[in-house]
Protein backbone atom coordinates (compact mmCIF):
# COMPACT_ATOMS: atom_id res chain seq x y z
CA UNK A 1 0.00 0.00 0.00
CA UNK A 2 1.50 3.52 -1.41
CA UNK A 3 1.39 5.97 1.64
CA UNK A 4 -0.83 8.25 0.40
CA UNK A 5 -3.55 5.55 0.13
CA UNK A 6 -4.04 5.15 3.49
CA UNK A 7 -6.93 3.66 5.31
CA UNK A 8 -9.61 6.86 6.20
CA UNK A 9 -10.50 7.54 9.87
CA UNK A 10 -13.27 5.87 11.50
CA UNK A 11 -13.62 7.39 15.06
CA UNK A 12 -16.89 5.48 15.83
CA UNK A 13 -15.62 2.16 14.53
CA UNK A 14 -15.60 -1.18 16.86
CA UNK A 15 -12.44 -0.84 19.58
CA UNK A 16 -9.52 -3.34 18.78
CA UNK A 17 -8.60 -5.75 21.28
CA UNK A 18 -5.36 -5.71 23.19
CA UNK A 19 -4.08 -8.38 21.55
CA UNK A 20 -5.03 -6.71 18.31
CA UNK A 21 -2.95 -3.26 18.98
CA UNK A 22 0.13 -5.75 20.33
CA UNK A 23 0.12 -7.73 17.52
CA UNK A 24 0.20 -4.26 15.06
CA UNK A 25 2.65 -2.45 16.98
CA UNK A 26 4.89 -5.87 16.60
CA UNK A 27 4.20 -6.04 12.98
CA UNK A 28 4.99 -2.02 13.14
CA UNK A 29 8.25 -2.79 14.84
CA UNK A 30 9.29 -5.11 12.12
CA UNK A 31 8.16 -3.01 9.02
CA UNK A 32 10.87 -0.48 10.03
CA UNK A 33 13.07 -2.66 11.11
CA UNK A 34 13.36 -4.04 7.69
CA UNK A 35 13.10 -0.71 6.22
CA UNK A 36 16.18 0.91 8.21
CA UNK A 37 18.53 -2.15 7.97
CA UNK A 38 20.03 -0.09 4.44
CA UNK A 39 19.21 3.43 5.39
CA UNK A 40 21.37 6.47 4.75
CA UNK A 41 22.09 7.01 8.65
CA UNK A 42 23.88 10.09 8.00
CA UNK A 43 20.56 11.62 5.96
CA UNK A 44 18.48 14.19 6.78
CA UNK A 45 15.06 13.81 8.40
CA UNK A 46 11.49 15.69 9.34
CA UNK A 47 12.96 16.27 12.53
CA UNK A 48 14.78 19.19 12.93
CA UNK A 49 18.61 18.59 14.57
CA UNK A 50 18.00 14.41 14.25
CA UNK A 51 19.22 12.58 11.04
CA UNK A 52 17.95 9.38 9.86
CA UNK A 53 20.84 8.25 12.79
CA UNK A 54 18.97 9.89 15.42
CA UNK A 55 15.37 8.72 14.69
CA UNK A 56 16.87 4.93 14.31
CA UNK A 57 18.22 5.15 17.80
CA UNK A 58 15.34 6.85 19.78
CA UNK A 59 13.20 4.14 17.84
CA UNK A 60 15.66 1.06 18.60
CA UNK A 61 14.79 2.00 22.11
CA UNK A 62 11.26 1.71 22.52
CA UNK A 63 11.26 -1.89 22.36
CA UNK A 64 14.09 -1.49 25.25
CA UNK A 65 12.25 0.42 27.36
CA UNK A 66 8.94 -1.77 27.03
CA UNK A 67 10.97 -5.06 28.17
CA UNK A 68 11.82 -2.50 31.00
CA UNK A 69 8.41 -1.66 31.96
CA UNK A 70 7.32 -4.79 31.37
CA UNK A 71 9.17 -6.58 34.72
CA UNK A 72 7.01 -3.70 36.92
CA UNK A 73 3.69 -4.97 36.23
CA UNK A 74 1.37 -5.15 38.94
CA UNK A 75 -2.78 -5.19 39.19
CA UNK A 76 -2.65 -1.38 40.47
CA UNK A 77 -4.67 1.46 39.26
CA UNK A 78 -3.02 3.29 36.74
CA UNK A 79 -2.37 6.70 36.87
CA UNK A 80 -2.64 7.65 33.17
CA UNK A 81 -4.74 7.12 30.49
CA UNK A 82 -3.28 6.71 26.42
CA UNK A 83 -4.15 10.49 25.61
CA UNK A 84 -2.43 11.54 28.88
CA UNK A 85 0.98 9.59 28.15
CA UNK A 86 0.58 11.33 24.80
CA UNK A 87 0.29 14.92 25.52
CA UNK A 88 2.77 14.59 28.44
CA UNK A 89 5.25 13.62 25.78
CA UNK A 90 6.25 17.62 25.18
CA UNK A 91 6.92 17.60 28.82
CA UNK A 92 10.10 15.35 27.92
CA UNK A 93 11.36 16.70 24.51
CA UNK A 94 14.43 17.43 25.85
CA UNK A 95 15.45 14.15 27.74
CA UNK A 96 13.97 12.25 24.51
CA UNK A 97 16.69 15.17 22.32
CA UNK A 98 19.54 14.40 24.38
CA UNK A 99 19.22 10.17 24.89
CA UNK A 100 18.81 10.20 21.29
CA UNK A 101 21.90 12.47 20.24
CA UNK A 102 23.96 10.38 22.99
CA UNK A 103 23.09 6.97 21.49
CA UNK A 104 23.54 8.07 18.13
CA UNK A 105 27.57 9.45 18.83
CA UNK A 106 27.75 5.92 21.20
CA UNK A 107 26.61 3.08 19.41
CA UNK A 108 24.97 2.45 16.09
CA UNK A 109 21.46 1.11 16.98
CA UNK A 110 20.35 -2.53 16.14
CA UNK A 111 16.48 -2.02 16.03
CA UNK A 112 15.95 -5.10 14.70
CA UNK A 113 17.32 -6.96 17.30
CA UNK A 114 15.89 -4.78 19.87
CA UNK A 115 12.13 -5.79 18.50
CA UNK A 116 13.39 -9.28 18.28
CA UNK A 117 14.93 -9.19 22.26
CA UNK A 118 10.75 -7.47 23.33
CA UNK A 119 8.56 -9.79 21.23
CA UNK A 120 8.59 -13.11 23.55
CA UNK A 121 8.14 -10.97 26.82
CA UNK A 122 5.64 -9.08 24.91
CA UNK A 123 3.62 -11.53 23.39
CA UNK A 124 3.16 -13.87 27.26
CA UNK A 125 2.53 -9.96 28.94
CA UNK A 126 -0.78 -10.15 30.35
CA UNK A 127 -1.77 -7.06 28.38
CA UNK A 128 -4.63 -6.12 31.38
CA UNK A 129 -1.55 -5.20 33.77
CA UNK A 130 -0.66 -1.92 34.36
CA UNK A 131 3.03 -0.87 34.33
CA UNK A 132 5.30 1.99 35.42
CA UNK A 133 7.16 3.97 32.42
CA UNK A 134 9.00 7.42 32.52
CA UNK A 135 5.70 9.38 32.79
CA UNK A 136 3.62 6.96 35.52
CA UNK A 137 1.74 3.86 35.58
CA UNK A 138 -0.70 2.91 32.60
CA UNK A 139 -2.29 -0.20 31.24
CA UNK A 140 0.04 -1.80 29.38
CA UNK A 141 -3.28 -2.17 26.51
CA UNK A 142 -3.24 1.95 26.52
CA UNK A 143 0.87 1.95 26.75
CA UNK A 144 1.24 -0.41 23.17
CA UNK A 145 -1.42 2.26 21.84
CA UNK A 146 1.57 5.08 22.82
CA UNK A 147 4.01 3.26 21.17
CA UNK A 148 2.34 2.14 17.80
CA UNK A 149 1.92 6.17 17.31
CA UNK A 150 5.62 6.12 18.70
CA UNK A 151 6.63 4.32 15.87
CA UNK A 152 4.08 5.17 13.07
CA UNK A 153 4.66 8.82 13.55
CA UNK A 154 8.40 8.20 13.49
CA UNK A 155 8.65 6.20 10.63
CA UNK A 156 7.26 9.07 8.79
CA UNK A 157 10.23 11.10 9.75
CA UNK A 158 12.65 9.30 8.47
CA UNK A 159 13.88 10.05 4.99
CA UNK A 160 12.82 7.80 2.60
CA UNK A 161 9.61 7.59 4.84
CA UNK A 162 8.36 4.13 6.17
CA UNK A 163 5.24 2.78 4.96
CA UNK A 164 3.13 2.12 7.56
CA UNK A 165 1.20 -1.59 8.86
CA UNK A 166 -2.28 -0.21 7.69
CA UNK A 167 -3.61 -1.37 11.12
CA UNK A 168 -0.82 0.22 13.07
CA UNK A 169 -1.98 3.39 10.91
CA UNK A 170 -5.69 3.18 11.65
CA UNK A 171 -4.71 3.06 15.21
CA UNK A 172 -2.31 5.90 15.38
CA UNK A 173 -5.10 7.90 13.79
CA UNK A 174 -7.95 6.92 15.94
CA UNK A 175 -5.56 7.81 19.01
CA UNK A 176 -4.87 10.77 17.88
CA UNK A 177 -8.71 11.42 17.23
CA UNK A 178 -9.47 10.55 20.56
CA UNK A 179 -7.11 12.74 22.24
CA UNK A 180 -8.17 15.65 20.03
CA UNK A 181 -11.94 15.05 21.59
CA UNK A 182 -10.81 14.93 24.84
CA UNK A 183 -10.04 18.35 23.97
CA UNK A 184 -12.33 19.95 21.53
CA UNK A 185 -14.79 17.55 20.73
CA UNK A 186 -16.33 20.53 18.18
CA UNK A 187 -13.14 19.46 15.65
CA UNK A 188 -14.22 15.74 15.17
CA UNK A 189 -16.27 16.32 12.61
CA UNK A 190 -13.53 17.83 10.60
CA UNK A 191 -11.14 15.39 11.41
CA UNK A 192 -13.31 12.35 9.93
CA UNK A 193 -13.15 13.69 6.96
CA UNK A 194 -9.46 13.97 6.42
CA UNK A 195 -6.96 10.81 5.09
CA UNK A 196 -5.44 8.91 8.44
CA UNK A 197 -1.99 9.68 7.07
CA UNK A 198 -2.78 13.46 6.27
CA UNK A 199 -4.54 13.80 10.01
CA UNK A 200 -1.69 12.10 11.70
CA UNK A 201 0.63 14.48 9.92
CA UNK A 202 -1.35 17.58 10.90
CA UNK A 203 -1.73 16.18 14.58
CA UNK A 204 1.89 16.10 15.18
CA UNK A 205 2.60 19.45 13.31
CA UNK A 206 4.17 17.36 10.07
CA UNK A 207 1.84 19.20 8.42
CA UNK A 208 0.32 22.46 8.20
CA UNK A 209 -3.42 22.65 9.53
CA UNK A 210 -6.16 23.81 7.88
CA UNK A 211 -8.15 26.98 8.67
CA UNK A 212 -10.46 25.13 10.61
CA UNK A 213 -8.10 23.19 12.67
CA UNK A 214 -5.27 25.76 12.88
CA UNK A 215 -6.01 26.66 16.71
CA UNK A 216 -5.91 23.16 18.13
CA UNK A 217 -2.54 22.12 16.27
CA UNK A 218 -0.68 20.26 16.78
CA UNK A 219 -1.89 17.82 19.59
CA UNK A 220 1.63 16.52 20.16
CA UNK A 221 4.79 16.79 18.81
Not at 29 to 54: C, K
Not at 206 to 211: E, S, Y
Amino acid sequence: MNRRESVRRHTRRMPRSPTAMRDALIRQWRVLAHATRDLDLDGPTRVEGWRNREVVAHLALQPVLLVRFLETASTEPAQLSAWENMAGTAGLASVVDETAQRDARTRTADLGAAVDAAVEPLMTADLSTTVTTIQGSIRLADYLVTRCVEAVVHGGDLVPAVTPDGEALAITAEALTALLESRHPELVGAVERLDALVWIEIATGRRDAPANLATAMPLMA
